[in-house]
């Protein structure tokens, strides 16, 4: 039998438009152009489309906020039940310091609308007013909000004010309107206790975290070159070398565990109760448990010596 096909010299566009299936081959190249479009318009969307939109439960951490460098004080202990009754004397000494702790956010005559507080969110507590106080207005509460501060405003703690200073602005503020609440005995009992405020205490020092850091940091620094110099201490005393090749995972891992604690230099048998938490953290190796009094007598010397 022949070949019947017939070849076109040119194409017939009569033919084409008769025959729908010729226009397959430019459709999938159309259909490749709107993938890729559509592709690249997906990917320039996913910021859009993966934004969540669903609002969180429950309140974010609020952001950090360092502390500020405080210097400790001695504060002593009070009467209380004698505190909390106000004069004209601890009036005049809550003024004062009022003016020059308060007044710039909560205003000279407590209504909120100092000029430091212009901008804060939430606003200053306008003290003359009984509404939405979060500690309370008894002496005790008042006195917790200058103790503590209030976290998630601009109120913070007065804790380092001496206790007699904190009451005699308690009392200042509470001239500011005739219907604050009473304390009851029970409550100033409380007080007392919760804050140990008839024995006194010592407020410690206090420094930035960022700058707390920093002198961690260069303290570790100074820790990490004093390690680094084991091996030069070793190699002048080959028999102490032996005994801490026994107990050492690395030299310098194991002198940096002596040089950062110095509380077992005290005395041998603090030594001894140090190798053994040692031994408990796997700083050192569990041979360390099997020196004898002379091993540890002469590694304790050695360290001593070099620290």
């Keep these: 039998m022949g070949n019947n096909h017939k070849y076109e010299d040119e194409i017939n566009f009569k033919a084409v438009i008769k025959t729908p299936i010729r226009w397959f081959g430019i459709v999938y190249i159309f259909f490749i152009i709107f993938v890729i479009i559509g592709g690249l318009f997906y990917i320039d969307s996913l910021p859009v489309l993966t934004a969540n939109k669903v609002p969180p439960e429950g309140k974010f951490a609020e952001p950090f906020k360092d502390i500020a460098k405080k210097k400790g004080i001695k504060l ?25 702790n308060c007044a710039s956010c909560h205003g000279a005559e407590g209504k909120g609308d100092g000029i430091a507080g ?3 969110n939430p606003a200053p507590r306008n003290l003359q007013s009984s509404d939405g106080w979060k500690n309370g ?10 103790e503590e501060g209030i976290p998630g405003t601009a109120m913070v703690a007065y804790e380092y004010l001496p206790i007699k200073e904190r009451f005699a602005i308690i009392h200042y503020i509470r001239t500011f309107s005739a219907d604050y609440p009473i304390d009851t005995e ?5 007080l007392d206790i919760e804050y140990r405020l008839s024995e006194g205490k010592f407020s410690e020092n206090q ?9 961690l940091s260069n303290e570790n620094q100074e820790l990490n ?3 680094s110099k084991i091996n030069t201490f070793l190699d002048d005393n080959q028999a102490v070398a032996e005994i801490f090749r ?5 030299y310098e891992l194991t002198y940096y565990a002596f040089i950062k604690n110095s509380e077992w230099m005290n005395e041998f ?10 031994v408990q953290s796997n700083a050192i190796k569990t041979t360390a448990l099997n020196l004898s009094t002379k091993e540890k007598e002469q590694l304790f010397e050695f360290l001593k010596s070099i620290n």
């Design 76 to 100: 002593e202990g009070v009467d209380v039940k004698l505190l909390s009754k106000p004069n004209d004397e601890l009036i005049a000494q809550g003024k004062t310091l009022y003016e020059s």
């Design 118 to 120: 212009a901008g804060l």
């Design 137 to 146: 207005r008894k002496i005790s509460q008042l006195y917790k909000t200058l």
């Design 186 to 190: 029970d409550e100033l009992k409380q």
């Design 207 to 215: 420094i930035p975290v960022a700058l707390a850091m920093i002198k």
């Design 225 to 227: 070159k004093k390690a």
């Design 246 to 250: 026994k107990i050492a995972f690395d």
């Design 269 to 278: 048998s603090n030594f001894e109760a140090y190798l053994n938490r040692l």
